[in-house]
């Protein structure tokens, strides 16, 4: 049974941070690359950032790009994502999904595709 959970949401000044942990107590996380995606209220839903399964590896949205970082610790089995410099616009439900990491995935293209299991997701209010 593939479960993830993601926590540390809320809401949030603009200009804050606030940093999300996906993990899990089913499987090791260790052996799947992963990608954060949200979905705003009325749009589609977006892929953020994605990390190897070793964590050698990032890729973000231009969305998030010098703002976000994604980051892991396989030893304790979670997945982080750091958020700096929010605003209005990144108010949405974030996600975190696993996948079998292959050598496309190092396109961030690829990375955000063919997620296998994912977490229900945490709610991240941006107030203007």
């Known amino acids: 049974q593939f479960e993830l959970k993601e926590s540390g949401g809320g809401a949030v000044q603009a200009g804050g941070s606030l940093r999300l942990t996906c993990a899990t107590e089913t499987f090791t996380l260790g052996q799947y690359g992963l990608a954060w995606f949200r979905q705003a209220p009325g749009k589609e839903r977006e892929g953020i950032a994605c990390?190897?399964?070793?964590?050698?590896?990032?890729n973000y949205a231009d969305s998030v790009k010098g703002r976000f970082t994604v980051s892991r610790n396989n030893f304790e089995n979670m997945v982080f994502l750091e958020m700096n410099g929010l605003k209005p616009e990144d108010t949405a439900v974030y996600y975190c999904a696993v996948k079998y990491w292959t050598s496309d995935d190092y396109n961030f293209a690829s990375c955000v595709r063919n997620l296998r299991y994912w977490g229900k997701g945490v709610l991240v209010t941006v107030l203007s």
């Open positions: 990390i190897s399964h070793d964590g050698e590896d990032a």
